[in-house]
């Protein structure tokens, strides 16, 4: 029943920005902290950021950070990544994901959304 889908990206050249958007649905999304996470072609995942459940307390990891922004609306429940100066080295498929409770890792994400930054 939980399910996360994220949309949003695209081909975009170095210097420009992208909005990822991920959809939740089947649980209480209002409840959970967030997670973006990504992986780059032939590499692991790699976190990214992640937000609280108030939308009030935000992390980044430090390669994005300054640059990409995270956020949601809890009445839509959707989760955010505003990204911008997006860099060659952004190139990767996006995931949100919803952290476990009780581990390290994570009990649900999305099938992901490609973003590749090129010229």
């Known amino acids: 029943q939980v399910q996360l889908v994220e949309s949003g990206g695209g081909l975009v050249q170095p210097g420009g920005s992208l909005r990822l958007s991920c959809a939740a649905s089947?649980?209480?999304?209002?409840?959970?902290?967030m997670t973006w996470v990504r992986q780059a072609p032939g590499k692991g995942l790699e976190w990214v950021s992640d937000?609280?459940?108030?939308?009030?307390?935000?992390n980044y990891a430090d390669s994005v950070k300054g640059r990409f922004t995270v956020s949601r609306d809890n009445a839509k429940n959707t989760l955010y990544l505003q990204m911008n100066s997006l860099k060659p080295e952004d190139t990767a498929v996006y995931y949100c994901?919803?952290?476990?409770?009780?581990?390290?890792?994570?009990?649900?994400w999305g099938q992901g959304t490609q973003v590749t930054v090129s010229s």
């Open positions: 089947g649980f209480t999304f209002r409840s959970y902290h």
């Open positions: 994901a919803r952290p476990s409770m009780t581990s390290t890792g994570y009990d649900y």
């Open positions: 937000i609280n459940s108030d939308g009030d307390s935000t």
